[in-house]
Nanobody, 124 residues
Framework: QVQLVESGGGSVQDGGSLRLSCAASKFSVSVGCMGWFRQAPGKEREGVAAIDSDGIASYADSVKGRFTVSRDNANNTVNLMMNGLKPEDTAMYSC???????????????????WGQGTQVTVS
């Protein structure tokens, strides 16, 4: 079965940086849509970034210019580089995958077939 495992979370100060990674098994990150979502306590899940099979990325307005999503096809991972972190970025970050395209709408709807367990990011 498909497995997505996130890593790279942690605690950083306001303005700091973190790089999250999502390692996929039994799913090729080079096809379909790969996404990053976050959920803070008491808030709804929010789509953060997604990247499609052509390498086209989509971002939430709240992270544009600060976050960058990328694929590493050789290692079958998807990364999320987060710069200029703010306290409001504090959340559990999860990776998601879907074999279909239309990443932009999936980022908004959260309609992904496979999900990871998440990694905590805390900014203070």
């Amino acid at each position: 079965q498909v497995q997505l495992v996130e890593s790279g979370g942690g605690s950083v100060q306001d303005g700091g940086s973190l790089r999250l990674s999502c390692a996929a098994s039994k799913f090729s990150v080079s096809v379909g849509c790969m996404g990053w979502f976050r959920q803070a306590p008491g808030k709804e899940r929010e789509g953060v970034a997604a990247i499609d099979s052509d390498g086209i990325a989509s971002y939430a307005d709240s992270v544009k210019g600060r976050f960058t999503v990328s694929r590493d096809n050789a290692n079958n991972t998807v990364n999320l580089m987060m710069n200029g972190l703010k306290p409001e970025d504090t959340a559990m970050y999860s990776c998601a995958a879907d074999p279909s395209s239309d990443c932009s709408s999936r980022l908004s709807s959260g309609n992904f077939g496979f999900w990871g367990q998440g990694t905590q990011v805390t900014v203070s």
